[in-house]
């Protein structure tokens, strides 16, 4: 059954997807703080206005992909043969 495998790929695609996507989130959250310390130390304001913008534009991202994710599930979900 390619369809059968096609459906398995894709399921293990959405896991990897949705672990990747909180581990950059997570790792963009590190950098996030590091970089407002540094801004905060050496009190340079616009820095910190600029990545505060990058972070927002990370967690839109990380919004994005988790919704995408769920709404495929709900689409293979939808359309598997009845057993």
């Known amino acids: 059954m390619v369809e059968t495998?096609?459906?398995?790929?894709?399921?293990?695609?959405?896991?990897?997807?949705?672990?990747?996507?909180?581990?950059?989130?997570?790792v963009a959250v590190l950098?996030?703080?590091v970089v407002l310390g540094i801004a905060a130390h050496y009190r340079v304001g616009r820095f910190a206005v600029f990545v505060t913008c990058v972070m927002l534009?990370?967690?839109?991202?990380?919004?994005?992909?988790?919704?995408?994710?769920?709404?495929?599930?709900l689409m293979r979900a939808?359309?598997?043969?009845?057993?």
């Open 5 to 26: 495998a096609l459906v398995a790929r894709a399921q293990r695609n959405a896991r990897l997807l949705r672990k990747l996507n909180v581990v950059v989130l997570s």
């Open 31 to 33: 950098v996030y703080v």
């Open 57 to 73: 534009a990370e967690l839109l991202v990380f919004q994005i992909v988790r919704t995408l994710c769920d709404h495929l599930d």
């Open 78 to 83: 939808s359309h598997q043969p009845a057993e």
